[in-house]
């Protein structure tokens, strides 16, 4: 007998072992599409808080999940979906089985017709200025991103800064608007960016799909130095989502413009 058939199978990789449970693939999914409390999460995949806290907390060990604590409600927490690693894994998992198998990026799709996107967040004076700017440059202009706060100030210098360091990008022209400027303007994607201005985002015609991404301030109030490496994470973080977001929005262009629908 070949002793090469004698060797035991290799142990699938985590993500596959992760993944495939049925509670947790609900899960994934549902934070694929915008962070959320286990509250939330609870009344969505229609399982108790003890059993949906005890997969989150697998899929936290697995660093698929992470955990940010509201700063609207100190008692809450956000649950995020980390992407980019998940892609990461699951393409290693294909490449463990056949290299054939390991997943490239796909290319950026088109959007036919472009998208209109708001990005709200408290102050309109960091967060929401710099996920709109990079939205239409990423984009190249097709999506048509703005921002809005709750409650306007000035735009933060370190916020022009990491977009004109990091991204070749100037928004020292940005004037922050309210919220209720936009008030009856329809959107393909309402995107609130902190948990405070979450609370307050009213709905808007059409009802776009609203979702949260849980982004701490990386103004904490602190001198400019201080906060500029979090402004440097703020802004990668951003453009990382941003890059799903558009995937997204071109995949649903896709879907939407042929005649004979999603493959079932």
């Known amino acids: 007998m070949n002793p ?33 409390t286990v509250h939330e999460l609870t009344g ?10 005890y997969h989150l907390g697998k ?53 036919t017709p472009p998208a209109r996107v708001l990005f709200l967040c408290t102050g309109n004076s960091a967060r929401s200025p710099m996920a709109a700017a990079l939205a239409r440059a990423l984009s190249d202009g097709v999506v048509e991103a703005v921002s809005a706060g709750s409650d306007p100030r000035p735009l933060h210098p370190n916020a022009e800064r990491a977009m004109r360091e990091a991204y070749g990008l100037d928004i020292s022209d940005h004037q922050p608007r309210h919220l209720d400027e936009f008030a009856g303007q329809s959107f393909d994607r309402v995107i609130t960016l902190c948990d405070r201005v979450r609370e307050v985002c009213p709905e808007f015609p059409g009802g776009p799909e609203a979702v949260h991404w ?10 400019d130095e201080a906060t500029w490496p979090l402004f440097q994470r703020t802004a990668a973080e951003l453009a990382g989502r941003i890059a799903f977001l558009l995937a997204t929005l071109a995949a649903q262009s896709e879907t939407e413009g042929d005649p004979h629908g999603p493959p079932q």
């Not at 993500?15 to 694929?32: D, F, K, V, Y």
């Not at 982004?215 to 602190?222: F, R, S, W």
Request: charged share 20%.
């Open 4 to 36: 090469q058939l004698l060797q035991p199978a290799a142990a699938p990789p985590p993500i596959l072992q992760l993944a495939g449970h049925p509670l947790r693939w609900r899960l994934l999914s549902e934070l694929s599409r915008s962070d959320r």
């Open 44 to 53: 969505l995949v229609g399982e108790p808080q003890n059993l949906v806290s």
């Open 59 to 111: 899929l936290r060990d697995g660093l698929l999940v992470s955990a940010r604590r509201s700063s609207a409600d100190r008692r809450d927490s956000y649950y995020g979906l980390d992407l980019e690693r998940v892609g990461a894994l699951l393409s290693a998992a294909g490449g463990a089985l056949h290299p054939a198998l390991r997943l490239a990026r796909p290319a950026r799709g088109i959007l």
């Open 214 to 223: 849980s982004l701490a301030n990386p103004a904490a109030g602190e001198a």
